[in-house]
């Protein structure tokens, strides 16, 4: 049930998306991404596997952090996604891209919970970046992230969060509940499925608690699990397979 209703969500938003993340977050989902990259702090010759890849923010910004800071060329990113229609966004926007000419990205459609398509002990990073949320079994996203990870490797998840301070929470709900739908209904002319992305945001486990889910699955973390951003907002939770 959740699972065709988030295809058809992510269908209805896919040509908008970008702009809309723009327009919900006022641009700032750009630095959050920027510095969930930099914290990765990818080796040469890293293997990413970015599942619910959507329109290829966190590949395109992987490759260019090894381009510029690694001078790699030789490492790679495979996007996954359950709807087709999200990657192949991700497929225009890439398309003409030196790393696609370099057979250095690969697409396919999938789900998140059952990645049956990949191997075991295949990629050094695996990043999955507002898009937990969506899937019907987080725990069994988390489990199949462990399993396709290397000894070593590293899950990320970049997701939308608990604010704490009660005063910036009144703030943020007034935002997300009142302010979010009325900017898909203007951009998009999609009121309905931004309110659910709101409501899908409510109801996904708090930091604390998402960072046991990553520990119960293998991973060890370090420290509490997680980084806050812009007052908890968005938190980038982190775990090692060892």
Not at 82 to 111: C, H, Y
Not at 145 to 157: D, I, N, Q, T
Not at 200 to 217: G, H, L, N, T
Request: aromatic share 12%; glycine share 8%; net charge negative.
């Amino acid at each position: 049930m959740k699972e065709s209703l988030v295809r058809n969500v992510f269908s209805n938003v896919a040509s908008n998306y970008d702009v809309m993340n723009d327009a919900m977050s006022m641009g700032i989902h750009r630095l959050w991404k920027d510095h969930f990259i930099h914290k990765m702090a990818p080796a040469p010759g890293a293997k990413l596997l970015d599942v619910a890849g959507g329109t290829g923010d966190i590949a395109q910004r992987f490759l260019e952090y090894q381009d510029s800071t690694n001078g790699d060329s030789t490492s790679s990113v495979h996007m996954v996604d359950i709807n087709p229609d999200m990657l192949r966004e991700g497929e225009r926007r890439l398309a003409d891209s030196k790393w696609q000419q370099q057979n250095r990205i690969g697409f396919t459609v999938g789900n998140a919970e059952k990645l049956e398509f990949i191997e075991d002990n295949s990629f050094d990073v695996y990043t999955i970046a507002f898009g937990i949320r969506n899937c019907t079994h987080p725990d069994q996203v988390v489990r199949e992230a462990y399993r396709v990870l290397k000894p070593g490797g590293r899950f990320m998840c970049l997701e939308f969060s608990r604010v704490s301070n009660p005063v910036l929470a009144a703030i943020y709900d007034m935002h997300s509940f009142y302010v979010i739908p009325k900017l898909g209904e203007l951009i998009a002319n999609d009121r309905q499925s931004y309110e659910y992305l709101v409501e899908s945001i409510r109801k996904f486990p708090a930091q604390d608690e998402f960072a046991q889910i990553i520990r119960d699955a293998g991973f060890t973390t370090i420290g509490k699990g997680y980084e806050n951003l812009t007052f908890g907002t968005v938190a980038i939770h982190s775990g090692y397979k060892f």
